[in-house]
């Protein structure tokens, strides 16, 4: 079992920029996606990461948000840039066991976090 602790929400200007954090004992074992709910909105899959180093993003924010793992920190983060409106939700860390490659679906995780609330407004 893996407790996951996300932080680094917030408000920010569009355009701006976040880096979200997904920290727990043990992580480093796990796959971790990224997944975002905004309101009356079906939660989405946005990026993942292998145990192994294998990234993978969905298309609405690929070329803007960069995941990756600190192996010492036991600790994935999301670096978010250029972010707009429409990225606004309530953004969840997940892990995943035995995960050859990156995935964007919700199924496959057995542990979330609480979540961050992430809001992009002027």
């Known amino acids: 079992q893996v407790l996951l602790v996300e932080s680094g929400g917030g408000l920010v200007q569009p355009g701006g920029s976040l880096r979200l954090s997904c920290a727990g004992s043990g992580l480093n074992a796990y796959a971790i996606g990224w997944f975002r709910q905004a309101p009356g909105k079906e939660r989405e899959g946005v990026s993942s990461i292998t145990n192994g180093g294998t990234t993978a993003y969905a298309d609405s924010v690929k070329g803007r948000f960069a995941i990756s793992r600190d192996i010492a920190k036991n600790t994935v983060y999301l670096q978010m840039n250029s972010l707009k409106p429409e990225d606004t939700a309530v953004y969840y860390c997940?892990?995943?066991?035995?995960?050859?490659?990156?995935?964007?679906?919700?199924?496959?995780?057995?542990?979330w976090g609480q979540g961050t609330q992430v809001t992009v407004s002027s």
């Open positions: 997940a892990a995943a066991l035995y995960l050859a490659y990156p995935v964007l679906a919700s199924d496959v995780y057995d542990h």
